[in-house]
């Protein structure tokens, strides 16, 4: 059996909520492809173009269901640091899916918990969201996603624009 290859990617990451407020993260990540899994390590820059800028460090794991992974479940724990603020985010997802549309077009979705643990404060925040989208493939290597999020479902009530937000991924891989 070959040894698993590392992959590497880098991406832009702009997340645009709708009250106004962004966050935009940018960075290198490598995945090790396992057999109906996978690995990744990501470490990036994240920005709000205004105040606050911070070190994102991701540690993410997969899990498919089947063997083109269409069905899947993930964990991305996400550390972001600061001069005066760190945080520690634990996000899962027990169900994602990846349908293709066509030949270079998928579609996917995603439910997930979300738990945020504020260091300074010692603060914990929960939340339970879904982002669904479509990312088109250019050639082997680019590919760009735009998708819609829905942040704190456990609230369904609240449609305020802090709650929403439209993201847009490009990612080159090399």
């Not at 994240?46 to 994102?56: L, P, Q, S």
């Not at 030949?103 to 982002?131: C, L, M, R």
Request: glycine share 6%; proline share 3%.
């Amino acid at each position: 059996m070959p040894e698993p290859i590392i992959k590497y990617s880098a991406s832009v990451n702009s997340f645009q909520s709708l009250d106004g407020t962004n966050q935009t993260i940018s960075g290198i990540e490598q995945t090790l492809p396992l057999k109906g899994a996978s690995v990744s390590t990501f470490l990036g820059v994240g920005t709000d173009f205004c105040k606050n800028t911070n070190v994102v460090l991701d540690y993410k794991a997969r899990l498919n269901y089947d063997k083109n992974g269409r069905l899947n479940q993930n964990l991305r724990i996400r550390n972001t640091i600061a001069g005066d603020s760190s945080a520690t985010q634990i996000r899962y997802s027990p169900l994602s899916i990846n349908i293709p549309l066509g030949n270079n077009t998928d579609f996917y979705a995603n439910p997930h918990y979300s738990g945020k643990y504020i260091h300074q404060t010692d603060e914990w925040k929960h939340s339970i969201g879904v982002f669904a989208g479509v990312t088109q493939k250019f050639d082997k290597n680019l590919s760009i996603s735009l998708e819609a999020q829905r942040y704190n479902l456990q609230n369904i009530k609240d449609n305020s624009g802090e709650n929403w937000s439209i993201n847009a991924i490009i990612s080159y891989n090399f």
